[in-house]
């Protein structure tokens, strides 16, 4: 029954991703990029990292892709559709880079013989905080457990990093003034 | 369940092929920018298909992470788009050639 899911949601996962990419409407392409990401939430889920999966559902489908489709709509772009892609060389060369990436990627795990099917482990449902790893829990107490103990510093350089990108949005969106 | 860990990371590995075909095929500022977010993405389900086999949560910390880190390009990227088009009346690549005359 789970297996039946993992099929489904990356069914739509892989499907609505490529119509995004060969969509003309950059309005279409931007739904059917939410429901991909929707999707790899629920793929998320099905690794029971649960935490992660709201997180991706409420930055990634909420506010990046309502930015995108208000970004799109403000600008109204899709004038002319004559003109989707550069030319016939590029259509061919990128499609055969294409393949040549998904045959690789087919090569090496499709079949799986390369990499051990390892099995699942078990989850905990409460971090331990004993230990030099910390396993792999279902609760959200252990992201903050580990982002006050063993990734600290990160977590205050994404801070100023946040800081630092809402005053650059603030200085290149801003009206440019002429001195006088 | 008993998917693989291959099978994960051949999804992820098929989403960053699309990604790149995207990057690659389009002339869309903005269409580019998301198959760019798309290959993020296929980034973040093998983090978190390595980390739920390996039993251990650092894969699902550099996804929060990741996350974080892609939330603020995305909002800078989108002003800098904002800016080009308020200059140049424009967002696709092949008439943003102006530094190759």
Do not use: W
């Amino acid at each position: 029954m789970i297996d039946l899911l993992f099929y489904v949601f990356a069914a739509i996962t892989l499907i609505s991703a490529l119509l995004m990419v060969v969509s003309p409407n950059a309005v279409n392409g931007a739904i059917c990029m939410i429901i991909s990401f929707i999707s790899t939430a629920a793929l998320f889920v099905l690794l029971e990292a649960y935490f992660l999966a709201v997180i991706q559902v409420l930055v990634y489908a909420g506010a990046v892709m309502v930015l995108f489709l208000f970004i799109i709509m403000l600008m109204d772009v899709d004038k002319d559709t004559s003109r989707l892609i550069k030319d016939k060389l590029t259509l061919a060369a990128s499609i055969a880079g294409f393949s040549l990436i998904v045959i690789l990627m087919c090569a090496a795990f499709a079949s799986g013989e390369h990499l051990p099917e390892t099995a699942l482990l078990p989850v905990l449902e409460n971090p331990t905080g004993e230990g030099i790893g910390i396993p792999y829990t279902t609760s959200a107490k252990s992201f903050g457990y580990s982002l006050f103990t063993k990734y600290m510093l990160p977590f205050q350089v994404t801070g100023f990093l946040l800081l630092a990108a809402m005053i650059g949005v603030i200085v290149v969106s801003k009206k440019h003034v002429e001195n006088s | 369940m008993t998917v693989g860990l291959n099978a994960f990371i051949l999804l992820a590995g098929l989403l960053f092929a699309i990604g790149l075909l995207g990057v690659i095929l389009r002339k869309n500022t903005l269409v580019i920018y998301m198959s760019l977010e798309l290959m993020l993405n296929a980034v973040n389900l093998a983090l978190v298909a390595f980390s739920r086999y390996n039993g251990t949560m650092d894969g699902n910390l550099f996804v929060f992470f990741i996350i974080t880190v892609a939330a603020a390009e995305v909002a800078l990227g989108l002003a800098i788009i904002v800016a080009l088009f308020r200059l140049r009346q424009t967002v696709m690549v092949d008439e943003l050639t102006s530094l190759s005359r």
